[in-house]
């Protein structure tokens, strides 16, 4: 039986690179649409409820910072931004608003396709462990949610799927070139600093101590383990 083809909406005013985009990807087994008005776009994910989003984060109407906000709680799927900065500020504040990943422009279509295919095996596959729990530490893969002492822990997806990859890991210690792979489908090219910034406003929120940390620590040259073994 065929697998049923991934829906993609390309949010992105620049005429050209949607159609060179959508080209590429539905070259590539993708059924894909176009929306090119900020205005519009957060309607449009929400009514249409593709499996990705591709959002650029300079729009006509409305950015797509304010796009990401609005459009979250009513849309689950991955969304993966495009930006033409390589200001670290606005990436990482992306990824804060509930951005899965980003891309920078110029884009790579090799690049594009990897991080695609990589945020969509995350948002399909069972999971062999479906909660994890340490101390008052509750951790939910079905739900995508965790809870410490019983309370929700306010976390944006990214933040979510690297909490998760790096508990179900825990007791072992897990390389940045290992992280970057799973979560992005690339590997680490030794600059982006995100999964850094991402673990940092993790800490806090799991009421780990961000400058002697217990839970998430950091090996110097070797990467991040989180302490703990689950039941």
């Known amino acids: 039986m065929d697998q049923p083809i991934n829906r993609i909406l390309i949010v992105e005013d620049d005429q050209r690179l949607a159609e060179l985009t959508a080209e590429y990807l539905q070259a590539n087994g993708f059924e894909v649409a176009v929306e090119g ?14 499996d990705l989003v591709i959002l650029d984060l300079m ?8 796009i990401c906000r609005r459009v979250r709680g009513q849309y689950a799927g991955p969304i993966l931004m ?9 990436q990482v504040q992306g990824l804060d608003l509930g951005a899965d990943d980003y891309v920078c422009k110029p884009v790579r279509p090799r690049v594009l396709l990897a991080r695609i295919n990589a945020l969509l095996r995350r948002s399909d596959a069972p999971e062999r462990r479906q909660d994890l729990t340490f101390g008052p530490l509750h951790i939910d893969s079905r739900q995508r ?12 997806g990214a933040e979510f799927d690297l909490l998760w990859l790096l508990a179900s890991n825990a ?8 992280i970057f792979t799973s979560l992005r489908g690339v590997g680490y090219d030794g600059q982006d600093r995100s999964i850094d910034v991402r673990i940092s406003k993790i800490r806090p929120k799991i009421g780990d101590d961000p400058i002697t940390p217990r839970l998430i620590k950091t090996l110097r040259s070797k990467g991040y383990l ?5 039941p």
């Open 171 to 178: 007791g072992r210690v897990l390389s940045r070139e290992e």
């Open 59 to 66: 729009l006509p109407g409305e950015d797509g910072l304010s």
């Open 226 to 230: 989180f302490v703990g073994e689950a």
């Open 82 to 90: 495009l930006t033409a900065r390589s200001d670290e500020l606005d």
């Open 145 to 156: 949610e965790a809870r410490l002492h019983g309370q929700l822990v306010e976390l944006t």
């Open 37 to 50: 008005d900020g205005g519009r776009a957060a309607r449009c994910i929400i009514d249409s409820q593709p």
